[in-house]
């Protein structure tokens, strides 16, 4: 399980491990949000026990003002989802009728399932539009069609393996999505294809100023 933090911050926003921990930071860094501090809650099945030590910890009830919660669909974004509010009701908490919007709670809780648009997939699903339709993502696809056709078998996590893949034709190689988004190797961070996180961090700072 991942490890508590003091809370030093009234906004919260907890994330599915440590490369998400390192994306969000540098993407809050890009956006010059102040006062919100990124947790990682561990594994997708962590987070219910890790919602319980959390809302334990001294200082939550007095400090915490908003809390957002990221996680990726992986096979299905409506049992991803599910399961989210399933760990909050543990907790005590309600999401509105759409989970990106902050509820009424105090604190707030909006919650956000990558890649969005009610897609299966994850962060690297929207990273991997970055690179769409570029050369080296045609050399991906042909790598992929390759190993496909040589009895390998069936690659799991697809987009993950296509976003490491292409993190390997970067000046620095890293298989870290975090590290590579503070290098800038995902382009620009106001393309489109961030539209669902960047619109999402800017609702729960909105809610926390309102």
Not at 135 to 160: A, S, T
Not at 199 to 207: A, P
């Amino acid at each position: 399980m991942a490890e508590q933090e003091n809370i030093v911050s009234k906004i919260q926003l907890l994330v599915e491990g440590n490369d998400h921990r390192n994306f969000f930071r540098a993407f809050i860094s890009h956006l010059a949000i102040e006062d919100i501090q990124i947790r990682s809650f561990g594994g997708v099945g962590e987070l219910g026990r890790y919602l319980r030590a959390f809302f334990n910890e001294p200082g939550f009830r007095d400090k915490v003002e908003c809390l957002g919660i990221v996680r990726d669909a992986e096979d299905s974004a409506v049992d991803a989802i599910r399961s989210v509010r399933s760990s909050l009701k543990r907790v005590g908490l309600e999401l509105s009728e759409d989970p990106r919007t902050p509820s009424d709670n105090r604190p707030s809780v909006g919650v956000l399932i990558l890649p969005g648009g009610g897609r299966p997939g994850m962060l690297e699903t929207l990273l991997c539009e970055t690179f769409a339709g570029s050369i080296e993502d045609n050399c991906i696809n042909r790598f992929f069609e390759c190993i496909e056709q040589g009895g390998v078998g069936e690659i799991k996590r697809l987009d993950k393996a296509r976003a490491w893949a292409y993190l390997t034709t970067r000046p620095d190689p890293h298989h870290s999505v975090g590290y590579a988004t503070a290098k800038g190797y995902w382009g620009e961070l106001d393309q489109p294809a961030f539209d669902v996180i960047r619109e999402f961090l800017k609702n729960m700072c909105s809610e926390d100023s309102s």
